[in-house]
């Protein structure tokens, strides 16, 4: 059975159930995703050791949602023994590749674990910092960039910041606390303070097959673009991490690691909320819109073709040459283009007097209006990028790779805003991890070698 593709002709069933059930089973899926943990288990390097015996490898439970940098009081004390003289700058490899700190430790672990081990083997380090390759980690970096992706989430949603921006000092702290224990409850009562409210809410429709309540209904028509309408996000901020395997995604268990992080492709996708009613986005559907490249065929989603979809690119019927792709998306559904962000320079100019903090890519959230425009730009890099891997694509109606979001693998015919409700982080984006692999095309009988 292939896994993660979510073939065409499934039958879904739909599931049917009363407000309060509903409401119930939102709660505890919230729940789950806050309480998720992944099991590490740490080495210190062999060249950090000054002790005789090493110590023995430390155990511990990550949260999904937290940065690896935060477990560095319980780890501390387990290795300091055993340190050489300096100063600590803790730091973390997988298979040799150094940790990015600032992406949260469960999108680390679904993109770079192809086949999930559990514990998890990371080796630690408190010296040799790898400047090169991570910027430095220092004081409440780990916090700002919290801070800076959750501003940049709401710039995607409503066009601006204000909401953040007007939350006291210590609002900011009590929230990144809540992050930082686990407390979801704690974090909604914070949040129930901000206008508009944080996350998505009911204003974006039920799915699974359970038709919105009257109050629902009158929340989500009309849902316009972001900006426009206090309240009411316009687009799902979703971060896309991108691997390639040479491998049967259905045996992973001997694919090569990630040797550098230039193997990997990584990109913002602000994804418009549809404003049709009774229109249902599914994570198929984003997917379509971002790299359309990694599906065998181009299942046609609409009959109005829009005239705003980036020009990405796509194999061609000759091997080797490129063209630019055709979108099927709806209009009102594509990705927010840099000529759409020129026509509010009212909300770049609000952007770029946020503060110039630096977070781990080198961006500062003064640049987040440049990097939302970039968006077009840095999906046709995706799509270039995986096209210089070689060959065609080959037709099979499926999508050629395994997504996870928050530890899970799921139905690409989900409706992308209740994975947006339900499956965000606590900066409110969507961390999807994408394992693809470009499958060679059969060639005909007789085909000529």
Request: hydrophobic share 40%.
């Amino acid at each position: 059975m292939r896994r993660g593709g979510g073939g065409d002709g499934r039958e879904e069933r739909a599931v049917v159930c009363s407000d309060e059930e509903y409401r119930a089973m939102t709660v505890q899926a919230r729940r789950h995703v806050w309480m998720g943990a992944i099991p590490l288990h740490l080495h210190l390097h062999s060249s950090e050791v000054t002790s005789l015996p090493a110590p023995p490898p430390f155990l511990i439970l990550a949260p999904r949602n937290g940065y690896l940098p935060l477990l560095v009081d319980a780890i501390r004390p387990h290795f300091n023994s055993a340190l050489p003289p300096g100063s600590d700058t803790i730091w973390f490899d997988y298979q040799g590749l150094p940790l990015k700190w600032n992406i949260p430790t469960g999108v680390l672990f679904d993109l770079l674990c192809a086949e999930p081990e559990r514990p998890w083997n990371l080796t630690v380090h408190f010296r040799s910092y790898p400047a090169g390759v991570l910027s430095l980690c220092e004081d409440e970096a780990v916090k700002w960039n919290f801070i800076n992706a959750l501003k940049e989430a709401f710039y995607v949603m409503y066009g601006n910041t204000k909401s953040i921006m007007n939350m006291s000092q210590s609002d900011q702290v009590e929230l990144w606390q809540c992050v930082m224990k686990g407390d979801p409850e704690g974090y909604d009562r914070l949040a129930a303070r901000v206008k508009p409210a944080f996350g998505f809410g009911a204003n974006v429709g039920r799915g699974f097959g359970h038709p919105p309540s009257v109050a629902e209904t009158a929340i989500t028509n009309p849902v316009t673009r972001a900006g426009s309408e206090v309240g009411k996000p316009g687009r799902i901020p979703m971060r896309m991490y991108l691997r390639m395997v040479d491998q049967d995604l259905n045996d992973l268990f001997d694919v090569r690691p990630v040797s550098s992080w230039d193997d990997v492709v990584y990109v913002t996708c602000p994804i418009d909320v549809p404003k049709r009613q009774g229109t249902t986005l599914t994570l198929r559907d984003a997917l379509m819109k971002v790299v359309p490249h990694l599906f065998s065929s181009s299942p046609t989603i609409s009959n109005e073709v829009t005239s705003e979809a980036p020009s990405v690119m796509r194999a061609s019927s000759n091997a080797g040459a490129t063209e630019p792709a055709t979108s099927v998306m709806e209009t009102t559904d594509t990705i927010v283009t840099g000529e759409e962000i020129a026509e509010r320079p009212e909300e770049a100019a609000e952007i770029s007097k946020l503060p110039d903090t630096s977070n781990e890519g080198g961006k500062n959230v003064g640049s987040l209006a440049s990097d939302v425009q970039e968006s077009e730009a840095s999906i046709g890099i995706v799509n270039d990028s995986y096209l210089k891997l070689g060959g065609p694509i080959a037709v099979h109606n499926e999508f050629n790779g395994i997504v996870r979001v928050q530890g899970i693998e799921p139905s690409l015919d989900l409706p992308l805003d209740w994975v947006a409700r339900n499956l965000c982080g606590p900066e409110h984006f969507v961390h999807l991890s994408v394992i693809c692999t470009l499958v060679a095309p059969s060639l005909p009988s007789g085909a000529a070698d």
